[in-house]
C-alpha cells in the first residue's frame, strides 16, 4: 500500500469514526480525492507537496468536465476538510486549500405535496400485508420527516406506541426523539399485530420494515415502493422519501409552528437549512393574497 492510500484511508477512518459521516458522503468524499490524486499525478505532484494553484486547476476540471456548481462545492469541502486534516496529523507544514473559494449556490425551493395530495396517498381499498406496510411506512414518513436513511434503520425497540414516538439516528450519529401522529401510531399498531410477523416468517429481524423476503428495505427499495404507490393513486408527478420530509415541514409551519421545534424534528444541526422552509411558505402565502384579494392586482416583491 502506497503512503497516499494509508493516508487516503485513515482519512476515511476518521471521517467514520470521529466525524460520524454516512457511508454515502464518506464514497462521495473517497471519489474526489481519488480523482484529485490521479490529476497531480499526471502534473508530476503529489498531495504531499502540491499547491494551491493545483488544487484551483484540478476544480477548473472538474467545472470544463460539466460537473454541477453543486457537486464542484461539495469536492472543494472534500479538498479543504482533507488538507486540513493533514495539516492536523503534521503530513504537511501548510494548507493549500486556504484560499480556495466556494461557488455560491442557487438553493432550489423543495418539492412539496399539498395536504389535499397527502390526504389522497395516505388511503388505500386494498388490505393485503404489503399494502399496509406501504400505507404504513408512509404514515411514518410524513408524521415524523425522517430521511429514508432513518426510516429503513428504525428497529422494533425505536418506537413507543404508548407514548406516540420515535427514536431515530441521524447524521452524525446523533439521537433525536420525533412524536407521531395518532394515524401514524393507528397504522403502526395494525402493522406489527400481523402483517409485519407474516412478512418476517421464520427470520428474525429487530427491523421495523421489513421486505417481502423478510429481509430489511433498502433505500432504492423505498424510492420504488413511492413511485409505484404514486402511480397506482394517479399521481403525475413522481414521488421520494424527501418529499414527505419536506411536505412535514412544510405544513407544520403552515399551521403555526415554531422554526425552532420543526429544527429539531428535523435534525437539523444548523437552523439555517430549516428557514428554506418559511421561504416556501411565505411564497404560498402571496400566492394566495395574490388570487384571493380584490387589491392585488399588482405583482408584490419578495
Known amino acids: ?9 485513515k482519512y476515511l477512518t476518521y471521517l467514520h469514526v470521529e466525524r460520524g459521516l454516512s457511508e454515502n458522503t ?31 486547476l484540478f476544480l477548473l476540471k472538474c467545472k470544463e468536465a460539466g460537473k454541477s456548481p453543486r457537486t464542484i462545492a461539495r469536492c472543494n469541502a472534500t479538498l479543504r476538510g482533507f ?26 425551493l423543495p418539492k412539496v405535496l399539498s395536504e389535499v395530495t397527502m390526504d389522497k396517498l395516505l388511503k388505500s381499498e386494498e388490505e393485503t400485508d404489503l399494502t399496509q406496510r406501504n400505507l404504513t411506512m408512509l404514515e411514518v414518513l410524513y408524521s415524523s420527516g425522517l430521511r429514508v436513511s432513518e426510516l429503513i434503520g428504525l428497529r422494533l425497540s425505536d418506537v413507543s406506541l404508548d407514548v406516540g414516538y420515535v427514536r431515530c439516528i441521524g447524521k452524525g450519529n446523533k439521537e433525536r426523539i420525533v412524536p407521531l401522529g395518532e ?10 399485530n400481523g402483517p409485519r410477523g407474516r412478512l418476517c416468517g421464520k427470520q428474525k429481524s429487530d427491523i421495523l420494515f421489513l421486505n417481502s423476503h ?29 418529499m414527505f420530509r419536506h411536505s412535514f415541514a412544510t405544513h407544520l409551519l403552515d399551521h403555526g409552528a415554531d422554526l425552532r ?22 411564497r404560498r402565502l402571496l400566492d394566495v393574497f395574490q388570487k384571493a384579494h380584490p387589491r392585488a392586482d399588482y405583482k408584490i416583491r419578495e
Open 83 to 108: 488538507f486540513a486534516f493533514l495539516l492536523d496529523e503534521g503530513q504537511r507544514g501548510d494548507n493549500p486549500s486556504t484560499y480556495l473559494v466556494t461557488p455560491k449556490l442557487n438553493q432550489p
Open 261 to 282: 421545534s420543526v429544527q429539531e424534528m428535523l435534525g437539523h444541526a444548523d437552523i439555517s437549512t430549516t428557514q428554506i422552509y418559511t421561504h416556501l411558505t411565505r
Open 26 to 56: 464518506r464514497q462521495a468524499y473517497e471519489r474526489d480525492l481519488r480523482q484529485l490524486m490521479s490529476y497531480l499525478e499526471q502534473r508530476g505532484t503529489d498531495i504531499s507537496v502540491c499547491e494551491g494553484n493545483d488544487l484551483f
Open 183 to 192: 394515524p401514524a401510531i393507528r397504522g403502526l399498531e395494525r402493522y406489527l
Open 214 to 242: 423478510g429481509r430489511p428495505l433498502t433505500r432504492q427499495g423505498v424510492v420504488y415502493i413511492l413511485n409505484k404507490w404514486g402511480k397506482d393513486h394517479n399521481l403525475e408527478q413522481s414521488i421520494s422519501p424527501h
Open 1 to 9: 500500500m502506497t503512503s497516499e492510500e494509508k493516508i487516503l484511508k
